[in-house]
């Protein structure tokens, strides 16, 4: 009975919310009450999904077969721990977004609101197939159902170019990467592909080096074009500004960890045998993402583009943890590879919880104080008073601040970077230093990036929006449930530690010791350990004992006056710090990464606008080629009948001879 | 029983001679400046002074603005306990490891920031930049120090570090030198030493921490103020921990301890000296200089750490 | 060159640090801006060396090693700083030291250096087995350093100091790697300093009567054109 309840009970989940999108798109005429019936009851399936997850966990892996249109390929479903932590992840998430998006989309048109209902419920639906697919042919679809539904989210406003760019390039990378992986699974399934390549066929496949590395390039060049790393990163930061908020909470904190599950159920459990340069390479590309990311995510002036780039970084320290998990299990120290790996899984579900929160509090930001320009905003501390509490534990958490759940998946990352002397390598000796070095300097970048996102947005005066209103009910209870989580996944790490075990079993053979009580000591206590919650407890007995005192002692009540500013007569917000003025020293200290260009606009005012390397670099020389080539082919239509007839003429003699 | 009473008097030790510490350094500067200084206990009739006065609130802060002095000493009076200052293997110590430790000062210098860019003035948020820029280099350098002393003690425990080098009395690592040279140079960037940083200044252009507490009056102002002298007493102990731990006694004997404490003072003296001379010997960088220091510290560490993997020392 | 196994217990580490010392100095001259500072870390490396030497030479008991001590205290740590010193003053060299590179980058390029000087001492300290194992690879990296100073200045005086510190880095190779300097070798060293030295020296006064300045962008100028 428990054995066929996780799989049951998942495909279920799925098909309730195919059907509550089909429900939204019919009940379409009236927006208000599709609102309050459809995503309430999404937010409930979510539950049954997350319930599914759990019980995944402990359960024996469940297999379901159907056969579908196509005889010969059958729709191969499985769930098994690793499919069970990522259902946790994505039914967490999606719970809170469906209740957020109850409040958020009330005031959408009939005919938007219908749409955008199938749409999510179908985006919703791909990313829950592509975790219970067991061969190719499924995943592949799931996969491209997750796409296209992203990118009908991703142009909701379509009358905007902004957005249709933004889709085009989205669609384009997502299907570059599709078509990698779909290359990369027909070298691991080999013959199998014609029964639609299940994924049992593929496990442990003996393949020569060469072409086991080409599925290994294969498989990471289209994963990575999902998740978002160097270089394919140019559709993040265009994408997630136009989808709205919800839903790109969904794309920052969901989507991008499917292509991590991807990566880790190819990379652990299908090739035997891991080649020496796999794990280093994912290190780097982690390393110089992260990097990247949060270098420009400094400089950006519009909160959701931050937060993309903000995702890029995580995404980057994830592969980080990932590719270390790889060096690790190359050289058969599988438990230094499970304290790895744990790090990643861990920071991966952080980032669904504080990536989803941010972006959420953008969203109220979008409509209470009507725009996500920084340079705009300004303040909104004392009118959006709820938004803003939630959004300051959302940036706590993000800047790896204890005792929140950023800084748990840093240090358990940091101690496995510590526990590298026991690889018997020395090249990777030099290699090991610097990669921790880079991942503190990521860290620390990312506090200076995440603190601006805050300061600008929330604190000083306003500088341009007079008219605020605070988030509803619905917005502010789903950004609760989110910092809750936070506060919880921060406080009691061991809880999660504890539920990864069964994940780390079979990835790896072996997981660490259990966490007991508030201790986290996942080597030894001699060796390291963590207690978040005594922490905790100590800043606060301090923190109330220090406030106590010096009130009994010296406390009168606080009397406000005009700001001093030392002594300067005039205060207009434009004396403040602008976003870009801000993170001027980066700007200055980084100057030829960025590219920035000053201009002097109409009004007398600078404008700087930052390029982008990659795009440059990279992106525009190609587009230049493949222009280029397409004109060359164009000169074979030449518009002349006789032209044509020859060409029909020799293919004929052509396909003549080689028949004979 | 006695290892909760023992960590109690390091809290209180280091939350009330932190004043002195800072009056002492202050008295040195002075006297190699020669002038006439105004002796040790100044800092304490400072303190006592604005604690007397009475404390304003700019107009258009938030809960943030009043919240943020008593972060910052809590936080600061929580990593009293955890660093191993009078012994080792005190209780609150297993809580929080040097990762951590390093965490506690950045969410003590987050909560200022915020406060600073909380009251919407031209300087705050000027010092508010610049503190985060000279934080986003000085962190990795500190966490690479200490890397450099954990991968030598394979421990994160500051307790077992310790405990680990003092055993080791005079073997000395090329590491840790590399680690010495980058935690001087992190020392004087986060506590605004010379030369990143005047704390004696007063000229908007040329201050990082002052600007964020310009508009903080009378208890809240004291508040930052002695925050920040126990700030530089922690660095110091950790200094003194990693690099000159012998005299750091296990909980269990701590009958030692009248003799193991005017060791301390006497280190803690010394480093009074060594930061005043350097104070007085070097001259403020310029801003667009100091990214420049703290690379290369950040980079002293790098080679810390690489000295360490490839050299096996 | 025997060492008694109380004098390793203690004698290594101590050469060890003095060899980090070194290589610390050198990375400091990497970053430095003023020409003043850089000839003080000159004199500061000499001191480094002549400890270094007068520690080997209580650890062997060659009584020769103190005088090749005392010879390269009295020689780097003072007598080359002073004249470096005196020319300073003499040709009126002000301000700061320009580096091609910026600092930090310098400073990274420093680190590729050092892990290339560490990853090649590495089969020869094991060839070795004596308990050097390090110092090959600290010494190696310091001249590499120098260079690298060299490389990237333009001030002919820093070229001078760039130069020295070189010497002064295969020195410490000698005398750390083998615990001991045969003669030759540092008659050899030396001499090859003191030519070094003399031509320079010939070389600023030529430079400054013919440019009025010692930036070294003017010896481009000499070209056939």
């Known amino acids: 009975m428990i054995s066929c309840l996780p799989l049951d009970l998942a495909t279920g989940a799925l098909l309730l919310w195919l059907g509550l999108g089909l429900l939204g798109f019919l009940l379409g005429g009236w927006p208000a009450l599709a609102c309050r019936l459809v995503f309430p009851a999404s937010s409930v399936v979510a539950l049954l999904l997350t319930i599914a997850g759990f019980t995944a966990l402990t359960a024996t892996p469940d297999h379901l077969q159907l056969h579908g249109p196509l005889p010969a390929l059958p729709w191969s479903f499985q769930i098994d721990p690793l499919s069970g932590f990522f259902l946790i992840l994505l039914g967490l998430l999606a719970f809170a977004v469906a209740l957020f998006a109850t409040g958020y989309f009330r005031s959408l048109p009939g005919p938007d609101l219908r749409r955008l209902m199938l749409q999510y419920h179908s985006f919703l639906l791909g990313m829950g197939l592509v975790l219970l697919a067991a061969n190719a042919f499924t995943f592949l679809v799931a996969w491209e159902i997750m796409a296209l539904a992203s990118y009908f989210l991703v142009v909701t406003e379509h009358e905007e170019v902004g957005s249709r760019h933004a889709g085009f390039l989205y669609l384009l990378i997502a299907h570059l990467g599709a078509l990698s992986i779909l290359l990369g699974f027909v070298i691991l399934a080999g013959a199998t592909i014609a029964q639609g390549g299940p994924f049992s066929a593929m496990l442990h496949a003996p393949l020569n080096p060469f072409w086991a590395s080409a599925a290994f390039l294969l498989t990471f060049f289209g994963f990575s074009a999902k998740a978002g790393l160097l270089p394919l990163h140019i559709w993040l930061p265009d994408a997630h500004p136009a989808a709205p908020a919800p839903v790109s909470a969904l794309m920052s904190g969901a989507m991008l960890q499917m292509a991590f599950y991807g990566m880790l159920r190819v990379d652990f459990l299908f090739f035997g045998k891991l080649a020496l340069w796999w794990g280093p390479f994912v290190l780097v590309v982690g390393l110089a993402t992260a990097l990247f990311g949060v270098l420009f995510a400094a400089v950006q002036t519009d909160m959701k583009r931050l937060l993309a780039y903000s995702s890029m970084e995580n995404m980057g320290l994830i592969m980080v943890a990932f590719g270390l998990a790889l060096i690790f299990r190359t050289h058969g120290l599988n438990a230094l590879a499970a304290l790895a790996l744990a790090a990643a899984l861990y920071h991966a579900l952080n980032h669904a919880f504080f990536k989803g929160l941010l972006f959420l509090g953008s969203g109220s930001v979008l409509h209470g104080a009507g725009s996500v320009a920084m340079d705009r905003l300004g303040g909104l501390i004392r009118q959006m008073p709820q938004t803003a509490f939630f959004m300051l534990l959302g940036t706590l958490a993000i800047a790896g601040l204890p005792p929140l759940n950023g800084f748990v998946s840093e240090w358990l990352l940091l101690q496995a970077f510590l526990l590298s002397p026991a690889l018997p390598q020395s090249t990777l000796s030099a290699v090991l230093p610097l990669a921790a070095a880079g991942v503190v300097l990521a860290a620390a970048l990312a506090a200076y990036a995440m603190v601006k996102f805050y300061g600008i947005a929330f604190l000083g005066q306003p500088r341009g929006t007079r008219y605020v209103h605070e988030a509803g009910r619905w917005e502010q209870s789903a950004m609760a449930l989110l910092s809750l989580a936070c506060m919880f996944l921060g406080l009691f790490p061991g809880v999660l530690l504890n539920l990864l075990h069964p994940v780390l079993l079979e990835m790896l053979g072996r997981g660490f010791a259990i966490q007991q009580g508030l201790w986290l000591t996942p080597v030894s206590a001699q060796r390291a350990s963590y207690s978040p919650v005594i922490f905790f407890l100590g800043m606060a007995i301090a923190l109330g004992l220090g406030f106590l005192l010096i009130w009994s002692l010296f406390g009168r009540p606080l009397r406000r006056v005009p700001v001093w500013a030392c002594g300067f007569p005039v205060r207009t917000p434009a004396m403040q710090d602008s976003p870009l003025g801000f993170v001027q020293p980066l700007l200055r200290i980084f100057a030829p990464l960025y590219q920035a260009e000053r201009q002097a606009d109409d009004a007398g005012r600078w404008q700087v606008r930052i390029g982008e390397p990659v795009y440059r670099g990279i992106y525009q020389p190609l587009n230049r080629i493949v222009l280029w080539l397409s004109a060359q082919v164009l000169r074979l239509q030449q518009g002349r009948i006789t032209l044509y007839l020859l060409y029909s003429f020799l293919t004929l003699l052509v396909l003549l001879a080689i028949w004979r | ?313 | 060159m025997m060492i008694t196994t109380q004098g390793l217990a203690w004698g290594i580490p101590l050469l060890r640090l003095l060899a980090a010392l070194l290589l610390l100095l050198a990375f400091a001259m990497l970053a430095q801006r003023r020409l003043l500072t850089l000839i003080h870390l000159l004199a500061w490396q000499g001191v480094v060396l002549a400890a270094g030497t007068a520690l080997v030479a209580l650890l062997t008991g060659q009584t020769e090693l103190w005088f090749s001590a005392a010879l390269t205290l009295c020689l780097k740590a003072i007598l080359i700083p002073t004249v470096l010193h005196r020319l300073l003053r003499r040709l009126q060299v002000h301000g700061d030291v320009e580096a091609v590179l910026n600092i930090p980058l310098t400073l990274l390029a420093g680190i590729a250096l050092v892990i290339f000087a560490f990853s090649l001492a590495a089969p020869i300290t094991a060839l070795t087995g004596t308990v050097t194992r390090g110092m090959v690879g600290i010494a190696l990296a310091a001249v590499l350093l120098a260079f690298l100073m060299m490389i990237t200045r333009r001030k002919a005086i820093s070229q001078v100091v760039g130069f020295l510190a070189i010497d002064n880095g295969l020195f410490f190779a000698a005398t750390s790697a083998t615990l001991g300097m045969p003669m030759i070798v540092e008659l050899g060293v030396a001499l090859d300093a003191l030519i070094g030295f003399v031509i320079l020296g010939v070389f600023f006064f030529q430079i400054r009567e013919t440019f009025d300045s010692m930036d070294l962008q003017n010896l481009e100028h000499i070209r056939e054109e």
């Open chain 2, 1 to 313: 029983m006695t290892a909760i009473l023992l960590e109690l008097a390091q809290v209180l030790l280091v939350a009330f001679l932190a004043p002195l510490f800072a009056g002492l350094l202050r008295a040195l500067r002075t006297i190699l400046q020669n002038r006439r200084p105004a002796g040790c206990w100044q800092s304490y009739r400072d303190l006592y002074r604005l604690f007397h006065k009475e404390s304003l609130q700019a107009e258009g802060t938030s809960w943030l603005f009043r919240f943020a002095p008593y972060g910052i000493f809590g936080a600061f009076c929580l990593a009293a306990g955890i660093i191993p200052i009078l012994a080792t293997g005190l209780p609150l110590a297993p809580a929080a490891d040097v990762i951590a430790l390093v965490g506690l000062f950045a969410l003590a210098r987050v909560f200022q920031v915020l406060a600073a860019m909380d009251t919407g003035t031209p300087f705050a948020t000027l010092g508010a930049h610049r503190e985060m820029l000279i934080a986003g280099l000085a962190e990795p350098a500190l966490l690479a120090t200490l890397f450099t002393a954990s991968l030598l003690s394979r421990s994160t425990s500051l307790s077992v570090i310790v405990a680990h080098l003092e055993q080791l009395h005079f073997a000395l690592h090329p590491s840790m030198v590399f680690a010495a040279a980058a935690f001087f140079m992190v020392l004087l960037a986060e506590n605004a030493r010379i030369p990143v940083d005047n704390p004696a200044t007063h000229l908007e252009l040329t201050m990082i921490h002052e600007a964020m507490l310009l508009e903080y009056s009378g208890r809240h102002l004291a508040l930052m103020e002695w925050g920040a002298q126990i700030k530089l007493v922690l660095y110091v102990a950790i200094g003194i921990a990693l690099f000159l731990p012998w005299g750091i006694v296990p909980t269990a004997e701590i009958a030692v301890l009248p003799l193991t404490v005017p060791i301390l003072l006497l280190k803690f003296a010394a480093a009074a000296l060594i930061l005043a001379l350097v104070e007085t010997l070097l001259a403020k960088l310029r801003l667009f200089r100091s990214p420049e220091f703290m690379a290369t510290a950040f980079l002293l560490g790098v080679v810390g750490l690489l000295s360490f993997f490839m050299l096996g020392a």
